[in-house]
Structure formats: C-alpha cells, structure tokens
C-alpha cells in the first residue's frame, strides 16, 4: 500500500470527476502525489486563489492493482518524448472534446504552469519537439503525480483522515 496526498482548499468527501479540470497533464483525472509536502504546497496555492484553508487529503492505494490488471496503467518515468506527446495531447485544449486515454491511472512528471503557451509555440512552428519537451520541464525540478482518471480507479483509493 502507498499513502497517497490531495492538496486543496476543500476537505475532499466525495471525489467527482465531473469537478476536474479537463485539460490538465493527465487528462480529466483526480491528481495526488507521493509527496505530502508537495500536496502542501498545491493546497497553500488553491488558498491564495481561492481563500480558506490548507488541507490535504490523505488516501491510501494498491499500488499492486496497476501491475496485476486490475486498472488499467500508464507511467512516465521521466521527461522524455512521450511523456511529452501525452501531456500535449491532453493539455490542447483545441481539442474537443478533450483527448480521452484509456488508461484508469497514469503516473508521471508534473509538467510546468506555461504548458498552454508551449502548445501554441509548438503548433506555430516557433519551437521544435525537442525544445518543447525542455520547456515543459518544471522549473523547481523533477516531482510525480498519479492522475485517478476512472471511476474504477477513484474506487480504489481508501480515504484517510485530513491533516
């Protein structure tokens, strides 16, 4: 079992879907992180947005059901090309609807807050795949997200306590 962590400025009772964002790294997902101080950090910048208070939601998750079969799994280990093709894929958001992948969870990189205007200088032609791929880096170093983007996933994760 791995601890996973969900910074908002809500107490998370009920995860709905249909609440997140579309077009963010992973797709349409449920983010959390390995990391409670990342979870942390994303909680204080949901306050300074939209007021209240820090929290972070603490669930725990079978990591054992992304290697039996049971979910069905993407990961990214790193920036590469792929990662990369995936997070523009999602990230479009001339897209519509927005890309669907046919995966329940997906674990990677945290692309960085400039995705959007990479987007836009890809299909422009102002950058290259490879200089895309650079500038998609985030900027205060590498750090992994699970992104929970099935109902059949959001089954499995068994809420904590908030801290």
């Not at 349409?28 to 910048?45: G, P």
């Not at 894929?89 to 990189?109: C, K, M, Q, S, W």
Request: net charge negative; hydrophobic share 35%; aromatic share 14%.
């Amino acid at each position: 079992m791995i601890t996973l962590y969900h910074g908002s400025n809500l107490q998370v009772v009920h995860i709905d879907l249909a609440q997140c964002n579309p077009y963010k790294d992973f797709g349409q997902a449920f983010y959390l992180s390995a990391d409670k101080s990342q979870a942390m950090r994303i909680a204080m910048a949901r306050v300074d947005i939209f007021g209240g208070e820090p929290i972070v939601n603490t669930y725990s998750f079978d990591e054992q059901l992304t290697k039996n079969g049971t979910l069905s799994y993407q990961s990214f280990d790193g920036y590469t090309e792929a990662w990369a093709d995936f997070v523009y894929l999602n990230r479009d958001e001339t897209f519509i609807p927005p890309f669907a992948h046919p995966y329940d969870v997906v674990y990677g990189p945290i692309a960085n807050d400039r995705v959007g205007l990479q987007i836009r200088n890809l299909r422009e032609g102002n950058i290259d795949k490879k200089e895309f791929l650079r500038r998609l880096k985030y900027m205060k170093g590498i750090t992994f997200q699970y992104a929970f983007c099935t109902e059949k996933a959001i089954e499995k994760l068994l809420p904590y306590e908030c801290n």
